[in-house]
Structure formats: structure tokens, C-alpha cells
């Protein structure tokens, strides 16, 4: 889809969406909003389409209800950007993994067991198979506010992997640390290979009508600061790299959650326009060491939503005196959890948009 005269940096037609000039480096009188998972299954809306869905998976698939979806959270509070309905997991089973959702335990797939299911893995059917979230994006966009941004996404390599090698969540992912430790060329291959697989993703999800796209690295955390090098900062750089090349305007986002003061590995590198950060960083470091290089997103601690009232507002507007003085994208550490009241997050945009750094 062609985007321009849709108030792109550059264009003087239109004002940009806020969301993008705080991702082109501007400092905002008040920085826009959105909320990581804030499509989900704290709003009553969402729990109802999902039943008629049937699973999740369901209704991932479902371009209509995952575009309906993707809305419900703007139409309720008006978010500065709308964050497309998928899972992160999509892209392994397009690549030929089995795939499912076992009911309040989280995502389950085949493991991988060795190179040789590596050398399997087909990224030939990425179009082809995740076609309804294309279709989704389409639709979507063409409903979306014209001053909401859409972002597309897509898992970390060392994310993906995670999950593809150990079958689902774990308690110490040693399975995939071994094989990444004990057998680099291998596993290589299979960062390699996912490297791929989600540059052709976001391509495709920019084409379909993404403005800026997010890549999340969850459990970036949990490696050493060489190895986390190697299987995160380099990856996502490649990542980056490879959408830019085919879409030079459009935004990055890097999530590499947990790993502490080595943020700083990802802060400089150019293929980047935002880091966002979970709640163990510090507001005030972040506003000193990351946001005079990179624009910096985060990092309410999700449970304080759930608290709601003056402890959250009081948390709130400490974040937003730290950082919206600066480029800041306000947001969560990580996802909300399904127990937040919907009304503690009307209370939590109604603080930002109230707020001025002048
Ligand atoms: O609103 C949005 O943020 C967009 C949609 C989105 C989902 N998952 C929907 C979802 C996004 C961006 C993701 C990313 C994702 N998925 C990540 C990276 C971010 C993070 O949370 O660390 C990861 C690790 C996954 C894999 C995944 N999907 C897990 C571990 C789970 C189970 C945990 C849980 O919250 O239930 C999912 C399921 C999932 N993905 C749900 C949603 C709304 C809950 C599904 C349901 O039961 O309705």
C-alpha cells in the first residue's frame, strides 16, 4: 500500500501521528500513549469475541475478528497507536511447526530436536500462510483513525527460538542455552534462518499498511552479555537492517526485555528508533543514559495498573517527570495482565493526556 499523504514525517499536508514524530526523534509537549497486549483478555469486548472465535488461534487467523480486535482497545481510549492482533508465534508455524494453545498455560509447539529439523524449516510459506494477518492489517487500517499509528511485529530470533526449542514456556530454558552455547554453528543457522523469515514478515505486514514495526526479544534476559550479543543485539540489528532496506522510512522498535544496563548494546545502533524498556530499569537512568541517543518506551510496571488509584498515578506521573521531557513513547514494562480493571487504564490516559513537560 502506498502511505504517502498519510501524514508521514515530511508530509506538510498532514500533521504526522504523534506516535511517529515521537519515534522521529521529537520531544512532545505531552508523549503519546499505547499499551503493550492492550488488546486482550482484560476488556469484556475481547472475551466475548474470542468465545465466538472458539481459541485464540482461532481467532488470530480470523482477519475480521482480529482487525475488530485490534479497534476495540482505540475505540475505547484513543491510544496513539493500535498494535495488530497476532502472536509472535505465528511466524514458527508458518515456517512448519506444530502450534497450539493449551488453556491457561500458554503456547505449546513440537521441539526441535537437532540440525536436522533446522535444514526442515520452510520459510517459502510465509506469505502464503499468514495471508490473514495481512488481511487483518488491510482492514484495520482502513477503519483506524487517521492520527492512530498501526504497528506490526514480529519475536527475536533468541525469543523464537526459545520457544521452539524448548516446546513452550520454561522454567530455566536450558535446552535452548545448551544448544546455543554447545552448538553455535547450528543454532546459527536457526537464528539465521528466523532473521529471515521476519524481515519477510514485517515487509509484508508494512506493505498491508504498518507504519512502524516493534520486535520483541522477552527472555533477551536471560543471556550473558557476549552471548546476548550474538543471539539479540545482532539479530535484531540484522532485522532492522533488512526491513530498512526495503522500507527506509519506516520505524523500529526494540523490546530486548530484561537485560538490564546492557540496553546500552542496543541504544546507539542506528537501525533502531525507539527502545523500549521493562519496569527493573530505572526511569532515571534511562532518561540519562539511553534517551539522548535512542527515543525510549516504557515502563509502568503492568501490576501497578492493577493496583489502579493514587499509587498509580502518583507512579505514573514519576515516569512521565523522568522522561517526557525527552523523546518518550509512554507504555508498559511488559504486557497488561488479565487481571487489570479497564477502568484503571481509562485513568492512566486520561494522567498522560492531562500532563505537560512545558
Ligand atoms: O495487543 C497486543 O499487544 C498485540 C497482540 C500480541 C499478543 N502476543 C496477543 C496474545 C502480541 C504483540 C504478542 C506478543 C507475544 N506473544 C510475546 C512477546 C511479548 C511478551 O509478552 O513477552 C510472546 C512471548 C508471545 C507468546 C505468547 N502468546 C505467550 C507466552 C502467551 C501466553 C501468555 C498469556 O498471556 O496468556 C500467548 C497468548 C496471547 N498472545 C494472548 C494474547 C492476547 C492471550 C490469549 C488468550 O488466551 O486470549
Known sequence: MDKDGQGREGSSATPAKPFLRALAGETLARPPVWLMRQAGRYLPEYRALRARAGSFLDLCYNPEFAAEVTLQPIRRYGFDAAIIFSDILVVPQALGRKLWFEEGEGPRLDPLTGPADVA????????????????????????????????????????????????????????????????????????????????????????????????????????????????????????????????????????PRGVGPAALMYRRLPEFAALSIDTMIGAHWAAQELQPHIAVQGNLDPAMLIAGGEVMAHEVRRILG??????????????????????????????????SSR
Not at 510465509?126 to 495471508?131: N, P, W
Not at 520457544?163 to 537464528?191: C, D, T
Not at 543471539?231 to 526494540?254: E, K, T, Y
Not at 525527552?326 to 492531562?354: C, K, M, S, Y
Open 322 to 355: 523522568k522522561l517526557g521531557g525527552g523523546r518518550h513513547i509512554f507504555n508498559l514494562g511488559h504486557g497488561i495482565l488479565p487481571q487489570t480493571p479497564p477502568d484503571h487504564v481509562a485513568r492512566l490516559v486520561e494522567i498522560v493526556r492531562g500532563w
Open 120 to 255: 526442515a524449516l520452510d520459510a517459502s510459506g510465509i506469505e502464503a500462510k499468514l495471508q490473514p494477518v495481512y488481511q487483518a492489517i488491510r482492514q484495520t487500517r482502513a477503519t483506524l483513525p487517521a492520527e492512530t499509528a498501526l504497528i506490526g511485529f514480529c519475536g527475536a530470533p533468541f525469543t523464537l527460538a526459545c520457544y521452539m526449542i524448548e516446546g513452550g514456556g520454561s522454567r530455566n530454558f536450558l535446552k535452548v542455552k545448551q544448544w546455543a552455547y554447545g552448538h553455535p554453528e547450528s543454532f546459527r543457522r536457526l537464528v539465521e534462518t528466523l532473521v529471515q523469515a521476519c524481515v519477510d514478515h514485517l515487509d509484508l505486514q508494512v506493505r498491508a499498511g504498518c507504519d512502524a514495526v516493534q520486535i520483541f526479544d522477552s527472555w533477551a534476559g536471560l543471556l550473558p552479555e557476549e552471548q546476548l550479543f550474538r543471539w539479540s543485539v545482532q539479530p535484531m540489528q540484522l532485522i532492522a537492517r533488512g526491513l530498512r532496506a526495503r522500507h527506509p522510512d519506516v520505524p523500529v522498535i526494540a523490546f
